[in-house]
Structure formats: C-alpha cells, structure tokens
C-alpha cells in the first residue's frame, strides 16, 4: 500500500521551471522516443514485443484496459499496486521487467489495470463523478478481477490461470477469492510480492497523522474529494526532473520515496531508469480506497469498508464491516516477503499465513538484504532476488 505524499509534490511542483544549467523542459523528454510520456501499449512496442490491448467490462459498468504480450505458453495475470498501473512491469525495461521476462520464456502474459487509473476510467453508462468514484479495492477484487479472468480465460480456452499480484495486487486477490470462492479453482498459483491484508504494523511515517484524522479524511471523501493521484504530464515532468541523480533537487525526490515507501538510497532504483520509473507513478485512483486502507490501520482489522454504524447496519446488518475471510481461499499461494519492508511487515504477513491454508512456499527475504517495499517492482536488485525465483516458481 502506497499513502501518498502529495503535500511534498504540490509544494515544490513550481521548481520544475527552476531556471539553471541543469533545466529540464518537457520537450527534452519528448523527441528520440522517450519514454518517460509512453504508454503500456507503447513502451512493449518500442522493447520489440508483440502487444494486444484488450477491453474489458466489469458486470457493473466499469470499462478495464488489459494489454497483452501474447505468447505460446500458459496464461499468467500481473496485477499492480494502489495508484499504479501496468506501467510498473514494464518501466525497468527488457531483461529485467517481470512482464518481458515471463513472455522471453513464452508465457501468455496479461497486464491488469484497475478500475479509476489512468487506462480504465470509462463507463459504459452515462454517470456523475461521484457514483464513478465510489468504489475501493473491494470492488477491484470482487468485480475487477472476476471480469478479467473470465475474459482471459474465454481469449486463451484455459481453465486456469497463473496470478502475480504486488502490494494492493495481491490485497485484491484475498478479497476475490474470498468473496467468490468459486474463482480459487480458476488459479493454477498464485504468487504474492509484499502481501497486504492487515496492516497493524505498518511503519510508514505519515501513518499516525493519517489515523488520526481519518474520520476527517472521510468526511472529505463524502464531501466531493473523488479522485486522487491522478497521472498528469505535470507531476510526470515533476518527477523526471527531480528524480535524476545529478538533478540539483534530487532531495525532494529522495522524501517523497523515504516518507512513502521506505527506500532510503534512491540508487536502489536503476540510475539510467529512475527518470522513466518515477514518471509513470502515480496513475490515480479513488479516495475510497485509500481511505479503506486506511481504516484497517484504524481498526487493526482486514474488513469490509466501513460506513458508519448506522449505514453499516442497512449495507452488512451489522455495526462493524464483516472481516473477510481469509480461510476461505483455497489457491495455492506463494508469498514473498521482506523483513526490511515498512508496508507489508513480517508480523502482518504471519496474520495472512496463520489464516490461508494453502501456502506451497513462503519465501522471506532476510533483513541483511534491506529490501524495501518499493523493490518488488522497481528495484536495481530485482532480477535476482525476486524474478528469478519467479520464474522457477512458474516452471515447477
């Protein structure tokens, strides 16, 4: 789970003008190709892969970008983080991205895009922001999901399919298969990068500020604040600029990533790539569903979102959101998990273990490695301790 820090972005946004000898104008970023502004479709195009974008609609209107690097083998779904994208299996490039790396071995692979992020903000029917915006991660799981990999399924006349989820990728997989457990026959593995599900322990900074005006955070949300972290060429331009190691303002980028992520040496991210990985985040998503992250820190609790009691009792005839059942899921699961992480903590990971009943493997990176959150997906040491035990995980 990543809270934003948006305070730090708004504030400094102006010094992306900043006038010196190490300026640097959007149109810079823009000519020989960069790809700092490219999308999924054309940053797997310009790696020489083949891609297919796919439209999916969910059963209650939601209208979801897949694109695909189609491939002989089996099928394998790659789901995001919160306010990300399929941008994130792809920016490290070739030879290292997750998603260039299963298609190099011939699997199927298809890159999710959640409801509200910046490849899935239609609908199919006509109505007001408010309506659109009102959902979390819950509806990711239980509607997001099911959609995508019935069509998946459909497109490639499988039965089964293999899942990779990061971060919120993977709380949405607990929420699926737990609400639908029909669904758990429809996984051959799934593997589980920083698995989010309670977050008691959660270390970020900022998380005892947030708590402690949730209830206000909440009263924003129903007073008309939709949308947050939204993808613009503003904060992408922002980002590529102060997030340079030989940018002048390369501090500001080094907090944002320390407050929200816990990386602490931005040389952890790939020097040459740092400008192109930062700009494709964020890419938006609803209040909702950080604010329902948010209350499982709030209420030490994997529940339903919350609403109140008195709407709570019309919505689940109970004062307290129901837990989600975590023994319900039957998939066979790996989960991979970090000692050094801030976000998805060892003690939060041996609530998730003591509830699923078929963990095949769990793989724990020891604290000497200092492996932050954000290095499941982005980081310079990725290959080795995290997609080449993919990859072995998948053959077997």
Not at 36 to 47: N, T
Request: glycine share 6%; net charge positive.
């Amino acid at each position: 789970m990543e809270f934003g820090c948006v305070f730090i972005i708004n504030s400094i946004l102006l010094l992306v003008s900043y006038s010196d000898s190490h300026e640097i104008k959007i149109k810079d970023f823009s000519n020989l190709g960069s790809e700092i502004y490219l999308d999924s479709m054309q940053l797997i195009s310009k790696s020489n892969y083949p891609v297919e974008k796919h439209l999916v609609t969910t059963e209650d209107g939601y209208v979801l970008t897949l694109f695909r690097i189609p491939g002989r083998g089996p099928p394998v779904l790659l789901v995001h983080g919160i306010g990300d994208s399929s941008d994130s299996w792809l920016v490290l490039g070739p030879n290292k991205s997750l998603a260039y790396r299963l298609a190099d071995d011939q699997f199927d692979v298809w890159l999710f895009n959640s409801r509200g992020n910046k490849y899935s903000k239609k609908h199919i029917n006509k109505i007001s922001q408010k309506k659109y915006w009102d959902f979390s991660f819950e509806e990711m799981g239980s509607k997001d999901l099911p959609a995508t990999i019935d069509y998946i399924l459909s497109k490639t006349s499988q039965s089964k399919l293999s899942y990779v989820g990061f971060s919120q990728g993977t709380t949405i997989f607990f929420v699926l298969c737990s609400m639908r457990p029909s669904y758990n026959d429809k996984i051959k593995q799934a593997i589980l990068l920083a698995p989010v599900a309670t977050i008691n322990n959660i270390q970020t900074p900022l998380i005892s500020l947030y708590a402690n005006i949730y209830d206000k955070l909440t009263l924003l949300a129903e007073a008309g604040v939709n949308e947050v972290f939204p993808s613009n060429v503003l904060v992408s331009t922002y980002h590529a600029k102060v997030c340079n190691l030989r940018s002048p303002l390369r501090f500001f980028c080094g907090l944002e990533y320390y407050i929200n992520f816990g990386l602490k040496e931005l040389e952890r991210l790939p020097d040459a790539r740092l400008p192109i990985i930062t700009s494709h985040i964020p890419a938006g998503g609803s209040a909702k569903t950080f604010l329902h992250f948010l209350q499982g820190y709030v209420f030490k609790s994997f529940r339903r979102y919350n609403y109140g009691v008195k709407n709570n009792l019309k919505v689940y005839n109970s004062t307290l959101p129901p837990v989600y059942d975590l023994s319900a899921i039957s998939a066979p699961v790996t989960l991979v998990i970090s000692e050094s992480d801030w976000i998805s903590t060892i003690k939060d990971a041996k609530l998730i273990q003591d509830n699923l009943k078929n963990i095949v493997r769990n793989m724990v990176i020891n604290k000497t490695v200092d492996f932050s959150h954000l290095e499941f997906v982005y980081g310079e040491r990725v290959s080795s301790v995290i997609n080449d035990p993919i990859l072995r995980f998948m053959k077997s």
